[in-house]
Nanobody, 115 residues
Framework: QVQLVESGGGLVQPGGSLRLSCAAS????????MAWYRQTPGKQREWVAQ???????SYKDAVKGRFTISRDNAKNSIYLQMNSLKSEDTAVYYC?????????WGQGTQITVSS
């Protein structure tokens, strides 16, 4: 069983930056594919970025060039560096770990982009 805890959320002005962290316990993340999702009220949770166990990275088009996903297996954590934030990035952000049939979610952290 993997427990995931996100941190780093908050209120930021448009154009600002935030760095989200997702720390894991219960198992080593090194073998898991990891992803960030986000969700706004009344909408389905949407995929934002992922990094495979082998380090292959992909992004949702809307965040390409602004967000950077990374992982530190030694710290059993992943990160999402978010730059040039826009109001439409406002959401609850969740990290996700998956490996075959195993799927785990964190509790989420709120990001609000507003002036």
């Amino acid at each position: 069983q993997v427990q995931l805890v996100e941190s780093g959320g908050g209120l930021v002005q448009p154009g600002g930056s935030l760095r989200l962290s997702c720390a894991a316990s219960g198992d080593s993340l090194s073998k898991y594919h990891m992803a960030w999702y986000r969700q706004t009220p009344g909408k389905q949770r949407e995929w934002v970025a992922q990094i495979t166990a082998g380090g292959i990275i992909s992004y949702k088009d809307a965040v390409k060039g602004r967000f950077t996903i990374s992982r530190d297996n030694a710290k059993n954590s992943i990160y999402l560096q978010m730059n040039s934030l826009k109001s439409e990035d406002t959401a609850v952000y969740y990290c996700n770990a998956f490996l075959f049939s195993r799927l785990y979610w964190g509790q989420g952290t709120q990001i609000t982009v507003s002036s």
